[in-house]
């Protein structure tokens, strides 16, 4: 089975500042990792995704994740947030081969302060 | 494409009574799930379908829940004689293909049982 833990709950950070939102996942085999995002009031996004290849992806709005094996972990940032980032986001893992079973940890919610 | 949609949105319900939800998947998606959310929590899986036929079941599924896909197309999920734990945010995703391929997510059913 997998599992992942989010362990920040909640971060704030000002406006314009760098964040990083820390995930960390547990698999005896391989896995795929994502990071989705929900805005208020919105269903959950997909932000970006790492199933292969490089080990750094990134997301369209300035996102990007590293995919760590040997720390089995896949930190999620950004070098300058801006308040229409401020959303929960959540860390997930599939495992790879497999269907679509998808562990999500528990979120983190980003409040950006102006 | 018109995305995900569930209906209906916001579900009140007394303990005891039956509800059902709705989901749509977008159009030439084969693969549907339901995930449930509680306060504070990722989603967690409940269940999956691939055409009309459903793969897995979470344990979390008790026998008071059943889901079904009838024609493939669109899903309902059932919970009977409703208790107050039951109260949650409701998901379905769909998706088209095997595990590489992204889920998309509705907005979700918010239920609260009385």
């Known amino acids: 089975a997998q599992s992942v833990t989010q362990l920040d709950s909640q971060v704030p950070v000002f406006e314009e500042a760098p964040v990083e939102l820390r995930c960390n996942y547990s698999?005896?085999?391989?896995?795929?990792l994502f990071w989705y995002v929900q805005y208020p009031n919105q269903g959950l996004q997909l932000l970006l995704k790492y199933l292969s290849g490089s080990t750094l992806v990134e997301s369209i709005n300035g996102f990007e994740a590293e995919f760590n094996k040997s720390q089995t972990s896949f930190h999620l940032r950004k070098p300058s947030v801006h308040i229409s980032d401020t959303a929960e986001y959540f860390c997930a893992v599939v495992r790879s081969g497999g269907y679509q079973k998808v562990t999500f940890g528990t979120g983190t919610k980003l409040q950006v302060i102006p | 494409d018109t995305g995900v949609s569930q209906n209906p949105r916001h579900k009140i319900t007394k303990r005891g009574q039956n509800v059902t939800f709705r989901c749509d998947p977008i159009?030439?998606?084969?693969?549907l799930y339901w995930y449930r959310q509680t306060l504070g929590q990722g989603p967690e899986f409940l269940t999956y379908?691939?055409?009309?036929?459903?793969?897995?079941k979470s344990r979390l599924l008790s026998d008071r829940f059943s889901a079904e896909r009838p024609k493939g197309s669109f899903s309902t999920l059932e919970i009977q004689r409703t208790e107050q734990g039951d109260s949650a945010m409701y998901l379905c995703?769909?998706?088209?293909?095997?595990?590489?391929?992204?889920?998309?997510f509705g907005p979700g059913t918010r239920l609260l049982v009385l």
């Open positions: 698999s005896s085999v391989s896995v795929y």
């Open positions: 159009s030439e998606h084969n693969r």
């Open positions: 995703a769909s998706s088209l293909g095997p595990a590489l391929e992204t889920q998309y």
């Open positions: 379908f691939q055409n009309e036929a459903q793969l897995e």
